[in-house]
């Protein structure tokens, strides 16, 4: 297996995404704050965090629930994290199909910005994307929508590597985590990676050092930590499938997340965790699958 994410830039291009302006930020910064809100729709808020963590400004998408009232409280939150190499935050949003699933839900969505390459952690050279999500935007974010002590989150590819790390590094903050089609075990294929960091001008060593120290941000490694949260995987075997428009050729990069899935499965059964999984055979690494498996995760999400 060459690289295992190599086909992601053209799958995202071809997906339409469209990717957030990043605004350089000020001097001087000491905390984060917001710089602006707008309102994108009835439901929907886009905010601008000033992040010193990134060192920029930074989006982040607020939908509420049809029955948020400003000034109610005691409300759950979801994350939803993005995948990598194009696009971004507003990727989840831009069809609305994800507005549509959570109307009548009694949780916030909050969908941040997590770079094109930035893989849900704080570089050893560069920005600090999980003090960005972890504090600093929560710090933010959470009062100003009323809600309360209780998280779940989920992503696709990249962002279920995201979601998975975040509730394993984190323990308490997420009830429950879900994977669609994400990047579970990292060490099954370090050259891969290494070679795909490379594609785009950078080194996996300023995200996670050297191999040895990968398994603090490999969530196959990390699994023992994550006992207790409700948890969803997902992924397809790369064959196309029922929600493909025609027949294609193999979708290798699907078929090797469906590997570091049953990688996660394996270790998850082995250290006794419990994992809700939809290994459902026929299916790409695009967006059909992503969006029904959100859907099919919900119920574990915010029951």
């Not at 710089?35 to 929907?44: A, I, K, L, N, P």
């Not at 994977?179 to 080194?203: E, K």
Request: net charge neutral.
């Amino acid at each position: 297996m060459k690289k295992i994410l190599g086909a992601l830039p053209l799958i995202i291009a071809l997906s339409g995404c469209q990717s957030a302006a990043v605004a350089p930020a000020g001097p001087a910064r000491s905390a984060a704050s917001v710089v602006s809100q707008e309102t994108v729709d009835g439901r929907t808020d886009r905010l601008v965090i000033d992040s010193p963590a990134t060192g920029a400004r930074r989006s982040v998408w607020v939908v509420k629930p049809s029955a948020w009232t400003a000034g109610s409280t005691g409300w759950r939150a979801l994350y939803l994290l993005h995948g990598c190499c194009a696009g971004g935050g507003w990727d989840w949003l831009q069809t609305g199909e994800v507005a549509e699933l959570t109307a009548r839900l009694d949780a916030v969505v909050i969908v941040p910005e997590g770079g094109p390459m930035g893989w849900y952690a704080d570089w050893r050279d560069g920005p600090a994307w999980e003090r960005f999500h972890m504090t600093e935007l929560p710090g933010l974010v959470e009062p100003r929508y009323g809600i309360g002590p209780r998280r779940a989150i989920a992503g696709y590819s990249m962002g279920g590597h995201g979601a998975f790390g975040y509730a394993a590094r984190h323990p308490g903050v997420f009830e429950a985590a879900a994977s669609f089609s994400g990047v579970l075990d990292t060490r099954s294929d370090v050259s891969g990676h290494r070679a795909l960091f490379a594609d785009y001008g950078l080194d996996t060593a300023d995200v996670w050092g050297d191999p040895g120290s990968w398994a603090e941000h490999n969530p196959t490694d990390l699994v023992a930590r994550l006992k207790g949260v409700r948890l969803y995987a997902a992924s397809g075997n790369g064959t196309s499938g029922p929600l493909d428009p025609a027949k294609g050729p193999k979708d290798h990069t699907e078929a090797a997340i469906m590997r570091q899935n049953l990688n996660f499965a394996a270790a998850a059964e082995k250290a006794g965790v419990e994992v809700t999984t939809d290994f459902y055979g026929d299916g790409t690494h695009t967006w059909p699958y992503w969006i029904r498996s959100l859907k099919r995760a919900l119920p574990v999400l915010l029951p």
